[in-house]
């Protein structure tokens, strides 16, 4: 056992590091989607009139996915999400072939709705080997429906009979975006359950990470956080960055950390 303090130090860079893997789902909770807008010449338009209008070809989207250029499958990206809905149809098509399987499921777990949520959640008894079915349970972060928040609890509960630790991992993010501190209790049922040390301490990291975000919302900062981007992003982080496991103070912001957004879809 370390010291409090080399304990102390662990814990907050846990919750940083759970943070930053799980970031990508932070859109889905505190952010409504913007539609980027893009001149009729550039290459982000140029690609999304691609994936709306022009008949796809796995091999031609499999090129650009596998593409040593960054930017190509940055602005696929880019371009699906800007598309919104409207791409869903081919999203769930291109599912159907591996080489683009991944792509489609992570970016209709992007998306969301009720619509991709009912693809995704298909892919649950996918036979395939392509570990997709974590983008299901990726996708349901940020939900406040009781029915979401269930599924989530009852994989994590059943976590010992899952041969994949990666799908129980993706169902734990998805419940530490929350700020809903009644998911604590819950957490803490749940892993009295599991025997894996490793998704143990996940747990507990993504309940400390809840309450944590649940104290500082409740705090006069955190009333007054409002909803643009930067101060959902800080408010998303605060558990690494403002306050410590061990503390008793939450909501006191760091003046230090700086957030700089490079793109906005």
Known sequence: MGSPDKRSMKSTGKILLWSVTGFALVALCFCQP?????????????????????????????SILSSPNPE??????????????????RLEAALKDDRTATFAAQTLAYIGGEKALAILSKLVNDPRNLDLRRFYYGALG???NPKDIEILLNKIRTSDREP???????????????????????????????????VKDDIQTAATVI????K????????????????AIRTYFMPALEAAPEGN???????????HVRHLT
């Open 34 to 62: 913007s539609r980027l807008v893009a001149s009729p010449a550039s290459p982000l338009a140029q690609k999304q009139n691609e994936l709306l209008n022009e008949k796809w070809s796995p091999e031609h989207l499999y």
């Open 211 to 214: 309450q944590l975000r649940a």
């Open 164 to 198: 994949d630790r990666t799908v129980t991992q993706e169902a734990i993010l998805a419940l530490s975006i929350s700020s809903d501190p009644s998911l604590v209790s819950k957490l803490e049922q749940a892993e009295k359950e599991v025997s894996d040390p490793v």
């Open 142 to 144: 940020g939900s406040d």
């Open 72 to 89: 190509a499958r940055e602005n696929l990206y880019r371009a699906a999400f800007a598309a919104g809905p409207a791409i869903i149809p």
């Open 249 to 259: 103070d939450a909501g006191q912001p760091d003046m230090h950390v700086e957030i």
């Open 216 to 231: 500082y919302l409740a705090s006069p900062a955190g009333e007054n956080a409002g909803n643009l981007v930067n101060q």
